[in-house]
């Protein structure tokens, strides 16, 4: 796809440093008014610090980022355009980014800057709609499976740095410690101006009272929760059970050796993807997936490939107040819908065999296994339920 969009037409300290994920560190634009870049955020590609940059041959394409062609010809076969950010290629370079690299550096959370660091060879990343920036607050919430008061408590007592939930006011990511006055800029946005030095649970329930009925009332929720589950119609110990199948010569008695989960498998390309979307949205609810034909063992990986993104993906719910201050204008979008690799289908087979073997240890004289945070991070990591389409089992006891 061409694209004249160029990040050359700004300075790197017109960008301020949003936050960032395993693959990609996103900024939003912040310099002088400018129709092509106002209001949109930067989506960079990093590279562990272990590896080298990327590198374009003089007169090759750099192909634009897979997350555009995957968006724009796959997901939003599935997910409506409104719920999702506007994606564009823009043209960047090398001593751009060092600068941009430089002067963010500071910003980035210590675990992630052992980690990888800005990649600096490619020439093409992603400008998408800015769902944080501007005026007001915004909320982003990773794997909607958690309940919001146990997400709310994880994210006070991590002093915000947990990955799946944060708080942006007016573009700045909110770093919440046990004292109130750290929610300052939340409490300013919730609660009326009377509301004096608010006490954390003060805060807290008018951030949920607020949150709740966007939630509630969004049918994105639905349209995930349903992509997730069909998706991921056998589960990964099913689709494992299909492989092993599949890889069993006919009427073979001894113990042959099976490849592991998606072994020889090819990472399907895009017209692999909208081939697999016809035949998902043509077929997917007459097929019998309690007894899957190992014929299929093809498009059940690449079903259970997407439903991985559809579990992984995040929303962002932003709250924009009217001019008069009066009305806050509510909307959701669901960002990271990014492709997964063949590669993840074996680790995701070991972490469910792991999951099984923690949970059979309830019958154990260890039960406290269950109760661990450990154990109830994983299994609610990779329970494909959207709790908060549940209110009562969101709010527990209460
Ligand atoms: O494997 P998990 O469960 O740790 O999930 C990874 C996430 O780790 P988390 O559990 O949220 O700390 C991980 O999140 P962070 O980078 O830790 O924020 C990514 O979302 C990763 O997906 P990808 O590499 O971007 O495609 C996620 O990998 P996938 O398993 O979804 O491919
Ligand atoms: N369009 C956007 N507007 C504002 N902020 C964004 C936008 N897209 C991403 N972000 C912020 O940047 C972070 C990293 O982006 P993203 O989740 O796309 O990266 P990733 O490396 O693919 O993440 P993960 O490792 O979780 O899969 C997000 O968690 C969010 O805080």
């Known amino acids: ?3 004249n969009v160029h990040v050359i037409d700004t300075q790197p300290s017109d960008w301020s440093y949003i936050s960032e994920g395993g693959s990609s560190i996103v900024f939003s634009y912040s310099g002088p008014s400018n129709p092509t870049f106002d209001a949109t955020a930067l989506r960079l590609r990093k590279v562990s610090i272990h590896e080298h940059d990327t590198v374009i041959e003089p007169g090759q394409e750099e192909p634009d980022d897979p997350t555009i062609v995957f968006q724009h010809r796959v ?20 001593t751009w980014l060092e600068q941009l690299a430089k002067s963010s550096e500071a910003r980035r959370p210590a675990e992630r800057r052992a980690k990888d660091r800005i990649d600096l060879g490619k020439r093409k990343a992603v400008l998408a709609t800015d769902l944080v920036g501007g005026a007001g607050w915004a909320v982003e919430i990773k794997r909607v499976t958690k309940a919001l008061i146990s997400l709310w408590d994880a994210w006070i007592g991590s002093s915000g740095s947990v990955n799946n939930l944060r708080v942006f006011v007016q573009g700045q990511m909110l770093k919440p410690n046990t004292l109130p006055s750290s929610l300052r800029p939340l409490a300013q946005q919730v609660l009326p101006p009377e509301v004096d030095a608010p006490l954390l649970e003060t805060v807290r329930d008018a951030f949920i009272t607020t949150l709740l009925p966007v939630l509630l009332e969004t049918p994105v929720l639905e349209t995930l929760s349903t992509q997730q589950r069909s998706l991921d119609a056998l589960d990964v110990e099913g689709l494992s059970s299909l492989w092993s199948k599949a890889h069993t010569p006919l009427g073979s008695t001894s113990a042959v050796s099976i490849p592991r989960l998606g072994a020889d498998l090819a990472q399907p390309t895009v017209e692999d993807w909208e081939s697999f979307i016809s035949l998902y949205r043509a077929n997917h609810y007459n097929m019998n997936h309690d007894h899957p034909d190992p014929a299929d063992l093809q498009y059940y990986c690449h079903a259970y490939l997407l439903s991985a993104s559809f579990k992984d993906c995040s929303i962002i719910l932003r709250m924009v107040p009217s001019a008069d201050g009066k009305t806050l204008k509510k909307s959701i979008t669901v960002i990271d819908l990014d492709v997964k690799g063949v590669d993840r289908l074996h680790k995701w087979e ?26 109830l991070d994983m299994w609610w990591s990779r329970t494909p339920e959207l709790l908060l389409l549940r209110p009562n089992v969101m709010f527990g006891n209460q």
């Open 75 to 94: 997901i939003q076969r599935l997910v409506p355009a409104e719920y999702v950010p506007r994606l564009e290629t823009v043209h960047v370079e090398r």
């Open 350 to 375: 070991k972490l469910d065999r792991q999951i099984v073997e923690a949970y059979s240890k309830i019958s154990d004289p260890n039960p406290e296994v269950l109760s661990s945070g450990a154990f």
């Open 1 to 3: 796809m061409s694209t």
